[in-house]
């Protein structure tokens, strides 16, 4: 069974910073592409960021560049955001999803991770 | 970057209604345009990819259609398990993404 698990959320200031993993199973990690996706209070789906699967190509959207990183640990099944400078606008749950090459879909999504930032 | 547009942004139906829900792209994405529902408190579930097929284990009242700028995401006969926020979402620029902001069904 595919499983994504999403953790390292939680209460930061602004300015901030926070590391937040996704643990894959059931799956061969290292085959996909993956994806960091946020969803703010009562908002809809913002895509955050991408990683192709041996971590060659990072992509990341206009609002988050030069203050999160995306990566990944294939040996430990394991991707990763490190988000820094935060800001009150980066209030949202983060989900990890897997996109699949050939139908470029998101068929798997984890339980999402909190991050909220107070001033 | 390819702006998606959702409409309407909410409605109410009664069940065993024929729902439909249109995805407008700013530009041409092909085919490659995907539809999501996603309930309160829960991560989205994919329910049609490519514009028109069916997600493993997703009921067949569910249909989509269009191509280009123009798609529909059609529930044939609403229940009540159906009440839920749809998303569409295009890969066409993968691996950079764009969601529509949102379709509320309620009963």
């Known amino acids: 069974e595919v499983q994504l698990v999403e953790s390292g959320g939680g209460l930061v200031k602004s300015g901030g910073s926070l590391r937040l993993s996704c643990a894959a199973s059931?799956?061969?990690?290292?085959?996909?592409?993956m994806n960091w996706v946020r969803q703010a209070p009562g908002k809809g789906l913002e895509w955050v960021s991408s990683?192709?699967?041996?971590?060659?190509?990072?992509y990341y959207a206009d609002s988050v560049k030069g203050r999160f990183t995306i990566s990944r640990d294939n040996g430990k099944n394991t991707l990763i955001l490190q988000v820094n400078s935060l800001r009150a606008e980066d209030t949202a749950v983060y989900y990890c999803a897997r996109v699949v090459a050939t139908t470029r879909v998101f068929d798997y999504w984890g339980q999402g991770t909190q991050v909220t930032v107070s001033s | 970057d390819i702006q998606m547009i959702q409409s309407p942004s909410s409605l109410s139906a009664s069940v065993g209604d024929r729902v439909t829900i249109t995805c407008r792209s700013s530009q041409s994405i092909s085919l490659w345009l995907n539809w999501y529902q996603q309930k309160p408190g829960k991560a989205p579930k994919v329910l049609i990819y490519s514009t028109s097929n069916l997600q493993d284990g997703v009921p067949s009242r569910f249909s989509g259609s269009g191509s280009g700028t123009n798609f529909t995401l059609t529930i044939s006969s609403l229940q009540p398990e159906d009440c839920a926020t749809y998303y569409c979402?295009?890969?066409?620029?993968?691996?950079?993404?764009?969601f529509g902001q949102g379709t509320k069904v309620e009963i």
């Open positions: 979402h295009q890969s066409y620029t993968t691996p950079r993404y764009t």
């Open positions: 059931g799956f061969n990690f290292g085959g996909f592409s």
């Open positions: 990683i192709s699967s041996g971590s060659d190509y990072k």
